[in-house]
């Protein structure tokens, strides 16, 4: 079961970053993911979980990820050898 959890920070405002980011791995990856879940946080709180594995922190990897990367993550742990199209590119 594939789960992908966007934690975000509700005072910072960034539930629409974090639904657009939803939206876009759904429509990226379609019923391959399980659950696409957007979890309320705080404190600048922002990360990308896929199943247990972090696979995104702002303060980590310096800010919010570019959407062609953060669908590279989610397929290398969900299908490393499928073909992204043009973002592959």
């Known amino acids: 079961m594939a789960r ?31 659950e696409v879940a957007l979890a309320p946080s705080h404190g ?10 972090v696979i995104w922190e702002r303060k980590r990897d310096g800010g919010f990820p570019d959407i062609k990367e953060l669908k590279r993550r989610v397929r290398d742990q969900l299908d490393p050898g499928r073909d992204l199209g043009h973002i592959d590119r």
């Open 4 to 34: 992908v959890r966007i934690h975000y920070c509700t005072q910072c405002h960034w539930l629409l970053r974090a639904g657009w980011y939803a939206q876009e791995l759904l429509s990226t990856f379609g019923e391959d993911l399980d």
């Open 44 to 53: 600048g709180h922002f990360e990308v979980i896929f199943d247990d594995q």
